[in-house]
């Protein structure tokens, strides 16, 4: 069973930009979530999609936001970019949740924005 | 809110001795679970261990074993027989529910783990 994807590995971006990053669950999970890692603030969850609906979505300015095709693809975009969005960008898949299964992060997307 | 707490922000091993990582983690909840997940240079977040809190038997997962103190809200990590591919970011994390039936993962700060030769 192929894993999670995500395109593109790297990203370098103006700000200003808008930038989408994409994300193939693994095959037969309908949970997508978005995590943001950065050396400073650590992890931090973005947001998460089930069955294409947003579930919940963590303390991010509305520049960030996502949505989730009905073969459980998942984008996320961020519009206006600012310095302070470069990081790692990790996304995670699971067939309902963390606690009733595990996630299954994929390799990342690194954006630098200059 | 829940926070999670890794006091060690590097350490380091010799290859085939036992290091222990140490991680806290506040919450108000009974039931929940714990996590660690390892982040190698290739990026990808893999999940060692996991741990339900209401199971007082502490995790195992081959050479990877946890001692879960509820009451102290402590989740230590141990890695026995430490080898050369055990470098890397060591993550322990913790489920916090959400309104609508979704979750999201708390992470701590990462403890970077080097296994010397």
């Known amino acids: 069973k192929a894993g999670v994807t995500q395109t593109p590995r790297y990203l370098i971006k103006t700000r200003g930009q808008q930038v989408t990053l994409s994300c193939s669950p693994i095959s037969g999970h309908r949970s997508v979530s978005w995590y943001q890692q950065t050396p400073g603030q650590g992890l931090q969850f973005l947001f998460e999609y089930f069955s294409e609906t947003q579930r919940n979505k963590g303390n991010f300015p509305g520049r960030f936001s996502g949505r989730q095709f009905s073969n459980s693809r998942s984008e996320m975009n961020v519009s206006t970019l600012e310095l302070g969005d470069s990081a790692l960008y990790l996304c995670?898949?699971?067939?309902?949740?963390?606690?009733?299964?595990?996630?299954?992060f994929g390799n990342g997307t690194r954006l630098t924005v200059t | 809110a829940q926070t999670v707490t890794q006091s060690q922000p590097e350490m380091s091993v010799q290859e085939a001795e036992t290091v222990t990582l140490s991680c806290t983690y506040d919450t108000s909840e009974n039931n929940y679970y714990l996590f660690w997940y390892k982040q190698p240079p290739s990026r990808q977040m893999i999940l060692v261990i996991r741990?339900?809190?209401?199971?007082?038997q502490n995790a195992t997962e081959n050479r990877f074993s946890v001692n879960f103190q509820k009451a102290a809200k402590s989740f230590s990590l141990k890695i026995s027989d430490s080898q050369l591919g055990d470098t890397a970011m060591y993550f322990c994390?913790?489920?916090?529910?959400?309104?609508?039936?979704?979750?999201?993962?708390?992470f701590g700060k990462g403890t970077k783990l080097t296994v010397n030769p």
């Open positions: 994390a913790f489920i916090e529910n959400l309104q609508g039936g979704s979750e999201k993962l708390v």
């Open positions: 995670a898949s699971s067939s309902l949740g963390g606690s009733h299964s595990p996630l299954h």
């Open positions: 741990q339900e809190a209401y199971k007082q």
